[in-house]
């Protein structure tokens, strides 16, 4: 995939070598962008070898808003690293996705926490108000990033509705350009797919 092959390149050129808190030196470019026509195929890369069932499983994990590993350990181990002892995953992107805690006032005017289902506000806002400037979904909870082993990566992602047709606009913190950036890039793609069958 043309794109992806010169982001490679971007970042190898231009990118700057940076220590991190693991004291694995990376090389660090800020602001990389691209974009991917889904209208041209899907970009599953083919100049690695990319675990379908692993990427199909973590998209459904993630709409299932769950924190718990159990059902991802059949078709990928990625996470059990960043798991607790129990399994559960504080800063599991799908928990976030379905259950973000917000902040807000009850009839009594005391302060509440309450879950947010984002998933289902931009199917429901894209299905009333296509137009919508709201269609954002954010796993990046300050509180818990701030303490967890592995804060958020891909931490937003932006609808948005032109002609008809659903586009994704997904920002990241960082990413493993090698591991992490064609994984995402297809998950994305297919959680795009998924959403836009839905509205």
């Known amino acids: 995939m043309k794109q992806y ?15 991190t808190r693991t004291g694995v030196d990376t090389i660090s470019y800020f602001g990389a962008f691209y974009k991917v026509d889904l209208n041209e195929g899907f970009p599953l890369l083919t100049t690695k070898k990319m675990q379908w069932k692993s990427l199909l499983h973590e998209v459904l994990w993630y709409l299932s808003g769950e924190n718990h590993i159990r059902n991802l350990r059949k078709h ?6 960043w798991a607790d002892e129990n399994g559960v995953l ?12 917000s902040a807000q006032r009850n009839k009594n005017g005391e302060w509440v926490v309450r879950e947010v289902d984002q998933i289902q506000y931009v199917m429901d806002e894209i299905k009333r108000n296509p137009n919508s400037r709201r269609l954002v979904v954010s796993a990046w909870e300050p509180g818990n990033a701030t303490t967890s082993k592995l804060p958020p990566c891909h931490y937003t992602f932006v609808f948005n509705v032109n002609d008809g047709k659903l586009n994704c606009h997904l920002i990241q913190r960082s990413g493993d350009i090698a591991l992490g950036i064609p ?11 998924v959403i836009a069958q839905q509205v």
């Open 5 to 19: 092959l010169e982001l490679v390149k971007t970042v190898m050129e231009n990118g700057v070598r940076k220590q």
């Open 76 to 81: 990928t181990k990625i996470w059990d690293a």
């Open 90 to 101: 504080e800063t599991a992107y799908g928990y976030y996705w379905r259950h973000f805690p």
């Open 183 to 193: 994984f995402n890039l297809a998950a994305y793609s297919l959680l795009t797919q």
